[in-house]
């Protein structure tokens, strides 16, 4: 049945000079997004929420050698802040402080493990706004899409504060009539937990709930994208009542920390969200001190629509699969597969609906679409218009 189909592929991209618009930003553009970033940042800054040292045994840390990374606006390429540059030698303190903070931390009743997260789920929650705005800041989509990650984020926690108390043991029937055989679930330990810039909050989140209701200790390596969420968030988890060294955030050189975390006999467990290239060296690293290893690596993810789909619902789930974040989620469509008989009607709905999404700076009012992170995301972009230009591809384009 399904080799009988005509089915035919397309892609569809902005013209090259709307992406150029985004990377070079006309000067009254440029000078409106400076404002509001710098608005926004100030009032961020005087809040408290834009930390821009490491977070080690519950203190802010310079790098050692005293270097820093910038952190830019996407939409404008300004930078934000300058944040510390930190390496090998931060790491292993780092690895040593959550690894003292375990003896204790493990030793936490769950009731009480959960009262600390569910805490902390209170306190983003609470600050939804200013994560938003720091999420738009430095990583660029949208303020409401930001917002929702926030909220998106928060459930994580919430959900880990209420698992925390039902880690349950298992009662096994044994062979032998004189034995009982049980199974008690106990924490790993210090757990390496290395995020993405594309959600700078949720990838924490995601990976830090779960190791701390089970009573693990951990160290974050943010992207130097985007670490500025993450030190936020590190800030209210200390307010939450998790103790110091409990989770700790170090940024910077990537190749050094990623070493250090791979290398400790102390680090028990690695989580990894990002490519596949990055997952496999991890992985190999891991089996020196053979560390149990999570990872959700790139995909290859098909939208494929039928000739008796609903036209409307296949728009609206097209738009939402391929144009979330600007595209950069791992679950975003890499192609779209459309069925002879609804091609043309679909495309051309695709086409104006795509042509009809606003692009500009995330703080702005009604924009569906902010800027890619830097501008190796849109020489990327550009260079798949090109080879699928090359390989006959039919580029649709609007004034």
């Known amino acids: 049945m399904f080799a009988r189909m005509a089915i035919r592929t397309f892609k569809l991209f902005q013209k090259p000079s709307h992406l150029a618009s985004m990377r070079h930003p006309t000067t009254v553009l440029s000078r409106q997004i400076s404002m509001e970033a710098e608005s926004v940042a100030a009032r961020l ?25 910038k952190v830019c606006n996407p939409a404008s390429g300004e930078v934000i802040a300058n944040v510390s540059c930190m390496g090998g030698r931060e790491t292993n303190d780092a690895i040593a402080s959550a690894y003292d903070a375990f003896s204790s931390w493990s030793k936490v009743t769950a009731a009480e493990r959960s009262k600390c997260l569910r805490k902390w789920y209170d306190l983003i929650i609470a600050h939804k706004e200013e994560l938003g705005q720091l999420i738009t800041l430095e990583q660029g989509k949208p303020l409401k899409e930001a917002v929702g990650e926030v909220a998106y984020g928060a459930s994580f926690i919430e959900f880990s504060a209420e698992e925390a108390k039902r880690i349950y043991g298992d009662i096994i029937p044994s062979a032998l009539p004189d ?9 790993v330990g210090v757990v390496g937990a290395i995020t993405p810039w594309n959600f700078p909050l949720a990838m924490i989140t995601r990976k830090v709930g779960p190791a701390l209701a089970c009573g693990c200790t951990v160290v974050i390596k943010p992207s130097e994208l985007t670490p500025l969420t993450a030190l936020a968030a590190a800030e209210l988890s200390l307010q939450a009542g998790i103790p110091p060294g409990a989770v700790n955030v170090v940024m910077g050189n990537a190749p050094e920390i990623g070493d250090a975390l791979l290398a400790s006999p102390q680090v028990r467990k690695i989580t ?34 039928f000739d008796d789909a609903d036209l409307d619902v296949a728009l609206k789930g097209t738009l939402a699969a391929k144009f979330r974040n600007s595209g950069q989620t791992c679950v975003c469509a890499n192609r779209i597969i459309v069925q002879e008989g609804i091609y043309e009607k679909f495309a051309n709905a695709f086409s104006n609906a795509v042509q009809n999404l606003q692009v500009g700076d995330g703080f702005g009012e009604g924009v569906a679409q902010g800027p890619l992170i830097n501008e190796a995301a849109v020489q990327k972009v550009e260079s798949f218009l090109q080879d699928a230009i090359s390989k006959g591809a039919k580029v649709l384009q609007w004034g």
């Not at 490491?54 to 310079?62: A, H, Q, S, V």
């Not at 990894?272 to 995909?299: I, W």
Request: glycine fraction near 16%; charge should be positive.
């Open 179 to 187: 034995r009982r055989l049980f199974v008690l679930k106990q924490p």
């Open 45 to 69: 800054n005087s809040s408290g929420f834009l930390r821009t040292q490491g977070f080690i045994g519950g203190k802010w840390t310079d790098a050692y050698d005293g270097k820093t990374i």
């Open 272 to 305: 990894f969200t990002g490519s596949t290239a990055v997952g496999k060296k991890l992985m190999a690293g891991a089996a020196g001190t053979v560390k149990k290893v999570s990872l959700e690596l790139g995909g290859n993810a098909p939208c494929i629509i």
